[in-house]
């Protein structure tokens, strides 16, 4: 269970090992996990790096047949939970991260291929204490095209958001992908995992690295190796689009509430009063979303207060991190 570092038979070289505890939700997903589950299970068992592993399905209330392939499948190391009802991503990932045991979590999105090395090329990067977590380069199914590369911030209309450096280099990224983030456990358990406010989706990956900055500690990017994602549309094809707009908009006013100081935050409030004002006395369609997505994020608010007084304020500021990392 404990890191260590061992000489290669296959090389004369110095390897880190640590143990993992892969962490997979899924929701109505079984033909998914039969095309990719074992292929990651094979990849973790043969990994040089990993010195002992576990994998933790945990099954978001599925109406498929998924409960009846796990019950079925013989891996090694398998063990699977299952949600009383459907919760969401943050309330699923937050009880696989409950059970694990081991010393990094990888996060992984059940359409996803590990390549090969992927566990020599990131867990090296723990020798630093201060690495929170890493996700690396993420290619289409077929591994040829990139999709997703290092996050850095951009603001947009006073608000913090993001811009995907597709040929990026190994280094520092504003938040971890959720769908493939190796990441310490134990601090991740001290975060208390994901913020389930942003339940069902959208946000908490995001919000989960932001607080890891504003511990201290580091969030990287590497182009070493990847994964393969074979852009699973779950979200798209179990929700209508506007109710998928308006938890976007609703879960980016959270993330920002629960990030801003207390000058940001006055600003941000009287932006979204006089903007309240103008959507209801001029009527369009996207006026009408805004305003949905805005009673959605105040019915919110009292329980955001109350997490952002007690586990974000304590926090080091958000734009003292930025400016430290991004000169922003």
Known sequence: MYGKNIFSENANKLIMQKSISIIIPTYNGVQLLQEFLPSIAHTVAHSESVSDYEIILVDDASTDTTIDYLNS?????????????????????????????????LMLNNDMLLADDYFERTIPYFADTSLFGIYSEIRDRHGVQIIEGGKIPTFKHGMIHYKDILDSATGNTLYLCGGNALVDTQKIKELKGFNELFS????????LSLRAWRKGWKCLYTNETHCNHCHSITIKTENKKEYIEQI????????????????????LECKLFFKKILCTLISSESHHKFLKSLQAFNE???????????????????KKILKSIWNI
């Open 73 to 105: 499948v013989s891996i090694p190391n398998l063990k699977w939970f299952q949600n009383e009802k459907n919760s969401g991503f943050s309330i699923t990932m937050n009880k696989g991260i409950q059970e694990a045991q081991m010393e990094l979590i």
């Open 200 to 207: 069902p989706f959208y946000f908490e990956d995001f919000d």
């Open 248 to 267: 976007f908009l609703r879960n980016r006013l959270l993330l920002n509430y629960l990030h801003s100081d207390n000058c940001t935050l006055c600003k």
């Open 300 to 318: 919110l608010k009292e329980k955001a207060q109350q997490k952002r007084k007690e586990e974000y304020l304590p926090l080091h500021p958000l």
